[in-house]
């Protein structure tokens, strides 16, 4: 596998290609989502091997946007299909990592360990500091395509998706739950004020 080169290759056409107007299902969300499954899969003992798998998921796994929002993974899993063979990936590579895509997809259902962490780096803000920073940029994408109405409809939302997630590894519910808990409490303060 020519891993570095089919990272390079899908985030310059991601920086190329993705609408302008995605505040969050951007490049910076991409390199987010990237950082946070290295990141979790070394702590959580993945090898070299499975890591160039995950990470070549995370880094194709919202490519599908370029397309649009509406089946966006199953979007990304034919650009992955399509572009992948070319740095040497083989079949059995790029379904495993066609199963990491879909794991993203919402309710998240990992099915392994791989999937899990992608899963966990997928939504990783929403147990960090930067949650309202980053959150912002996904209600404001969401404000612009008119999938929410007003900041209310956000919180609502929030508050609902937050309640039902929790994360998957032991890495992600050591490092993250705490601060998702209490960032989901100054949700409910917002709602309520």
């Known amino acids: 596998m020519l891993f570095k080169h089919a990272v390079n290759f899908i985030f310059d056409k991601l920086a190329k290609e993705l609408p302008k107007r995605l505040s969050y299902h951007n490049v910076d969300h991409v ?48 650009i992955a299909r399509a572009i992948l063979p070319g740095f040497e990936y083989s079949i059995a ?23 899990e962490i992608l899963a966990d780096a997928d939504l990783d803000y929403l147990g960090r500091d930067d949650f309202w920073i980053t959150g ?6 969401l404000l612009t395509s008119g999938a929410v109405g007003n900041e209310d409809d956000w919180n609502r939302i ?34 309520n004020a």
């Not at 290295?38 to 946007?65: K, P, W, Y």
């Not at 890495?171 to 709602?191: G, H, M």
């Open 31 to 78: 390199q987010d989502v990237y950082t946070a499954a290295e990141r979790i899969g070394r702590q959580e003992g993945v090898a070299d091997a499975g890591m160039e798998l995950l990470l070549t998921a995370a880094a194709f796994h919202d490519s599908g946007f370029i397309k649009g929002a509406k089946g966006h993974e199953e979007e990304s899993c034919r």
């Open 158 to 191: 929030q508050v609902k998706f937050m309640e039902s997630h929790h994360y998957f590894t032991k890495t992600s519910v050591s490092l993250r739950q705490s601060t998702k808990e209490q960032n989901l409490e100054q949700v409910k303060a917002k709602l």
């Open 136 to 141: 912002d940029k996904l209600y404001h994408e």
């Open 93 to 115: 590579d790029i379904e495993t990592i066609c199963g990491l895509i879909m794991t993203t997809k919402i309710p998240q259902s990992p099915k392994n360990h791989l999937e």
